[in-house]
Every structure is written in structure tokens, then in C-alpha cells.
């Protein structure tokens, strides 16, 4: 059944392709397998894993540098088995200093990942909106970028790199565009400033290294970022753009409502839950009956 195991073909290459095509694209973050399905049911040429939901979801605790490599790594394998599409996926800061990431790199290589993000957060790492960032040296930081290209390199195998710093609320916004410089110098694939706090702090970091894609974070429900439509970050600059939290919040909010209902007795209502055959067929049972039938032995009379 294609839906249980799904091996991509250049998932690196197809990701190049769909962002250096025209356009703004969009990323919704999944945070496991069910939500990356529900991204490509829905259209979604690629998709993002949020680091932020995935320590939240997975661990129940916040996006402060508690979740690991291994876990990192392991929900990234599930949820890129789980679709066609390609998939960026949270590196973190590299798991430690140039050599961590190079381990990073291969391991996201031979997991099937097609790019992956990598930031100069000092450990332990947290959300780029929350308070006391703190970065790694220029030096380290372009160090780790190297180390990731090096990396990719020699694995003969292929990923597109998307650099990030956190310079801007650690340090300041001419720290942050001199970081990015030297990272697309580095060989980085695409570059990523988090929480830029204007739309002229936008323009003035999409004018950075042009040429090289720049990615944009929107962080719904109060980031430090202005949220833009896709056709205004097209105008700044921008090539793509991640909503990091939108399915997850969701998600919690409608379980929420849903435990407010069954803790007062009352099942959801009809328009908050899907029938149990839409169910059925977002989580494959009807794909998995019809392999079934291929496979089912013949029985004699």
C-alpha cells in the first residue's frame, strides 16, 4: 500500500525545484505523521516540521532546548514516511559544535529529509520569540554552516540548507545581515532571519545576498514578526514561508472544546468532528482494504 511507505525520489532536487520556481510558497509546519497527511491531502507542494510543536506534542514541554537529536530526528523519519511531498525539517542549532553538526546533517541525509534548518543559537536552544536568546560567535556560527555543507557534500547524497540566526533580538539587525552575508558565502541554500520586527527590517534582509531564497516565519497568535499575506512577502522579497504553530494550535483548541463537551457529558457536535468514515480514509484504512485484496490468500474447496 504506497500510503504506508513512501520512498522519494531527489527529494532534495524536487524541493529546489518547487522553491526557485515563481511564487511564494507555503510550508505549514506539520508535527507528526497525521498532520504532515493532512498538509498534502490539502495541496501543499512541501511541508515544515516546527520544532516548537513537535517538543510540544511529543514531550509535552516547551521549545527550550529540552527535545533531542534522536527525538528530533525520529519524528522527522515519521512524518517525511508518511508523505510525497518534500519536507524542511528543525535541525535546532546542530545538537553541538561543528562536528555535531555534520553527524546532523548525514543522519537527516539518510533519513530521507529533503532540506533542513539550522540555527547559531547558543545551547540550550529556544523559540527565536521568547525572551533571552542568546547566539554563538560569528565565527562558530559560519563554522556550522560550513561543517553542514561539508557535510552534505561528502555524504554524496544531497540537502537543501537553510541557514538561520537569531542575531537580531540577540544581538542587533546589522549583526544579523552580516550573519546572513557570510552564511550564503558559506554555501547555505536559503537564509532565515527570525523575528524581524518590521516590514523594513524585511526589506533590508531580502536584499542580503541576492539570489539566495529567503525564507519567512510567520508566527500566528503575537510573534515579533508582522504578519504579511503570501503576495506582500512576494513584494518584500521572500521565495517561501512557514506557519510554524497553525495546526497545532489548532488542534489543541478543538481538543479543548472537545474535553469541555465529554466532561459534561455531550460528544462533540456534528461540525467540530468527522464522521468515522472520513476518518477512515485520512488515516488510509480504505488504501490499506484495497492491498489487502492483492495479497489475500485463496482459499480451496
Not at 513537535?54 to 530526528?73: C, K, N, Q
Not at 524542511?88 to 562536528?99: F, M, P, R
Request: charged share 25%; aromatic share 6%; glycine share 8%.
Amino acid at each position: 500500500m504506497a500510503t504506508i511507505v513512501k520512498v522519494k525520489d531527489s527529494s532534495a532536487k524536487a524541493l529546489r525545484s518547487i522553491i526557485n520556481s515563481p511564487g511564494v510558497h507555503l510550508l505549514p509546519a506539520a508535527f507528526d505523521a497525521l498532520s504532515a497527511k493532512l498538509i498534502e491531502r490539502a495541496g501543499f507542494t512541501c511541508a515544515f516540521t516546527s520544532g516548537f510543536s513537535i517538543a510540544a506534542a511529543r514531550l509535552g514541554m516547551p521549545d527550550t532546548g529540552l527535545i533531542s537529536y534522536g527525538e528530533m530526528i525520529d519524528q522527522a523519519r515519521t512524518i517525511n514516511e508518511a508523505i510525497s511531498i518534500p519536507v524542511i525539517a528543525d535541525g535546532d542549532n546542530g545538537y553541538g559544535n561543528a562536528l555535531n553538526v555534520k553527524r546532523t546533517i548525514r543522519g537527516f541525509i539518510q533519513a530521507g529529509i529533503a532540506g533542513i534548518l539550522l540555527e547559531d543559537q547558543m545551547s540550550p536552544k529556544a523559540c527565536g520569540h521568547t525572551k533571552g536568546r542568546k547566539v554563538v560567535s560569528r565565527e562558530e556560527a559560519v563554522m556550522r554552516v560550513k561543517a553542514a555543507c561539508d557535510a552534505r557534500d561528502e555524504s554524496g547524497g544531497d540537502l537543501f540548507i537553510v541557514a538561520r540566526t537569531d542575531s537580531r533580538q540577540a544581538i542587533s539587525l546589522e549583526e544579523a545581515l552580516w550573519r546572513v552575508n557570510a552564511f550564503a558565502e558559506a554555501g547555505a541554500d536559503a537564509l532565515f532571519i527570525d523575528a524581524l520586527a518590521s516590514v523594513e527590517e524585511m526589506k533590508a534582509f531580502c536584499a542580503v545576498a541576492p539570489g539566495v531564497p529567503k525564507l519567512a516565519n510567520m508566527l500566528e497568535g503575537g510573534g515579533k514578526t508582522p504578519i504579511l499575506s503570501p503576495s506582500e512577502l512576494g513584494e518584500v522579497g521572500y521565495k517561501f514561508v512557514v506557519y510554524p504553530l497553525s495546526l497545532m494550535a489548532v488542534s489543541m483548541k478543538a481538543m479543548q472544546d472537545a474535553l469541555v463537551s465529554l466532561k459534561d457529558g455531550k460528544l462533540p457536535g456534528p461540525e467540530a468532528i468527522p464522521s468515522f468514515e472520513e476518518i477512515k480514509e485520512v488515516v488510509g484504512f480504505n488504501d490499506y482494504y484495497k492491498e489487502e485484496e492483492l495479497y489475500a490468500a485463496k482459499g480451496t474447496n
